[in-house]
């Protein structure tokens, strides 16, 4: 049976947006809810406990929107919090971004040395090591924390000069190793980072695939959504009454018209026009004042 409820996502602020797109563009007939908690971020210099905290008012101000599924569209948040999510409100199925990425990346390395780039929170929860050894353990892993890239991110820094010198900066430790000794796989283990691509990708040229847990984690969704039974009408997946992507030529219209909402508890006007720097389209942005509080570094 097609369920019409909308799917909820969230992130510590815009970052997440990057899980968005690639889920609008995978599900089409999904209607979706994101909040982004740009008063408050970045989660990857905070402790654990307030990581925890924050996703819970996030994960619940989602739940009561009415949304099917969540997903984390946060590394940080999914490394501390997923499973105290998962155990506070069992009845709706979490998705997080960590196990997706480090999936995508274990099939893209070809000299089993991966380079991992994501906040210090999310670094020191050790989550994508053991995902990525639960895939492969011969796999190499090297960690790089590189929280202070997600201010300027948040900022709209994304080709700016600042921006490519932290970049090249943060990276240090894997393009400065002996040239036998690097990564050729480099996951972008934090939501944000995938705005600032084309700075990873000039510190490498073409010699280091970028994997990002946003596409990877957009794909597991499909799924989840399909094995769950909770895809709204020609979204995904097809039958003889409802055509869709496996199986049967998609429709041209879906059953239902779709709606997309963007909420922060943040500055709607910097939120909005980095929104319409990814989505190429003016997106109104709605604000949750309940969560505005001073953002720590």
Same mark, same amino acid.
Not at 107 to 132: D, H, K, P
């Given at each position: ?6 799917? &909820? ?26 909040? &982004? ?36 569209? @946060? ?7 997923? $499973? ?55 796999? =190499? ?17 994304? #080709?700016? !000069?600042?921006?490519?010198? !932290? ?5 240090? $430790?894997?393009?400065?190793?002996? $040239? ?9 283990? @934090?939501? =944000? ?11 490498? &040229? ?40 496996? &199986?049967?030529?998609? $429709?041209? =219209? ?11 508890? #943040? ?31």
């Amino acid at each position: 049976m097609a369920d019409t409820r909308p799917i &909820g996502f969230f992130d510590s602020g815009v970052g997440g947006l990057t899980v968005l797109r690639e889920a609008q563009l995978r599900l089409p007939g999904e209607s979706t809810i994101y909040l &982004g908690d740009s008063a408050r971020h970045p989660y990857g210099t905070r402790s654990d406990e307030e990581v925890v905290h924050f996703a819970s008012e996030l994960a619940e101000a989602l739940i009561d929107e009415g949304v099917k599924v969540i997903v984390i569209a @946060c590394n940080t948040a999914t490394a501390v919090a997923l $499973p105290a999510l998962r155990t506070r409100y069992p009845e709706t199925p979490f998705i997080g971004v960590i196990r997706p990425g480090a999936a995508a990346a274990a099939l893209s390395t070809r000299n089993g040395r991966i380079g991992v780039l994501a906040t210090a929170a999310t670094v020191r929860s050790g989550a994508y090591f053991t995902a990525i050894k639960d895939e492969n353990p011969a796999l =190499h892993i090297v960690q790089v924390a590189a929280s202070e890239l997600v201010p300027l991110i948040e900022q709209g820094e994304h #080709g700016s !000069a600042a921006l490519r010198s !932290a970049v090249a900066q943060a990276l240090l $430790p894997l393009t400065s190793i002996d $040239p036998s000794q690097r990564v050729d796989t480099l996951l972008l283990g @934090c939501t =944000h980072f995938p705005f600032a691509r084309e700075a990873f990708a000039s510190c490498f &040229g073409d010699t280091v695939a970028i994997v990002d847990s946003a596409t990877a984690a957009a794909g597991t969704l499909r799924e989840v959504l399909a094995v769950n039974q909770l895809e709204a009408p020609g979204s995904s997946r097809g039958t003889a009454a409802d055509a869709g992507h496996a &199986g049967h030529t998609a $429709p041209e =219209h879906v059953a239902v018209t779709p709606t997309h909402r963007l909420l922060t508890t #943040g500055d709607t006007a910097q939120f909005r026009q980095l929104a319409v720097s990814l989505f190429g389209s003016e997106r109104a942005v709605e604000t949750i004042e309940q969560y505005k509080v001073p953002a720590r570094g």
